[in-house]
């Protein structure tokens, strides 16, 4: 099983809101990952989790906070995100940093 | 900075044509390296993975590698209008604590 779960599918949400992604796999990988895509652009990598600590934050702005609370969860929060913001977040997970990542199905997020 | 390139396309490939499409890189340390497809508003979906010099085969789908070039390709039989999307090359060294490195992509579209 290669499955990572992402919820929800997809979310709208004003400048002002607070909301969060969610990620979940249960293959034991101990590396996940956030990433942002733009349409018609490949996958940007926004975050890196090795054995539960962030290993890797591509300067990211401070309205995007990751979690992961366990081994197999993976949280993003949002807060005072702008439109240009509207992408799709993909979360991923491999067996360690250098493996190979299966990729969730994705966030679909749309900031007005 | 590691690079990856690939031509960003549209490549165009007649039905049952060999669609072949391209990916270079910088790092001659890399080791792994993996072909993910890509359908539009979908997340990516790992195809091939490749580790040694030559060729894997894994039904219309064959990946080559020549280390000494620095390239990989992937190359897709018996083209389907299915395989229409954007396929995107991502390679990684077996040392240190990096992950992919993502090229920007090729969009293929298969022409009925």
């Known amino acids: 099983d290669t499955e990572v779960t992402q919820t929800p599918k997809h979310l709208v949400m004003g400048m002002t809101n607070k909301k969060s992604l969610k990620c979940e796999q249960h293959?034991?990988?101990?590396?996940m990952y956030w990433y942002k895509q733009k349409a018609k652009k490949p996958p940007e990598l926004m975050f890196v989790y090795s054995y539960e600590k962030l290993s890797i934050n591509e300067s990211v702005p401070s309205r995007f906070s990751p979690e992961c609370p366990n081994s197999s969860l993976l949280n993003l929060h949002l807060h005072a995100l702008q439109p240009e913001d509207s992408a799709l977040y993909l979360c991923?997970?491999?067996?360690?940093?250098?493996?190979?990542?299966?990729f969730g199905p994705g966030t679909r997020l749309l900031v007005l | 900075q590691k690079e990856v390139e690939q031509n960003s396309g549209p490549l165009s490939v007649p039905e049952g044509a060999i669609a072949s499409l391209n990916c270079t890189y910088s790092?001659?340390?890399?080791?792994?390296f993996f072909w993910y497809r890509q359908y539009s508003g979908k997340s990516p979906e790992l195809i091939m993975s490749i580790y040694s010099n030559g060729d894997k085969e894994d039904g219309r789908f064959t990946a080559q590698l020549n280390k000494a070039s620095q390239y990989v390709s992937l190359l897709i039989r018996d083209s389907q209008p299915s395989d229409s999307a954007t396929y995107l090359c991502a390679v990684t060294e077996n040392s240190g604590n990096t992950p992919l490195v993502f090229g920007k992509g090729t969009r293929l579209s298969v022409i009925a």
């Open positions: 790092d001659r340390g890399s080791q792994s």
């Open positions: 293959m034991g990988h101990r590396a």
């Open positions: 991923a997970s491999s067996l360690w940093v250098q493996e190979t990542q299966y």
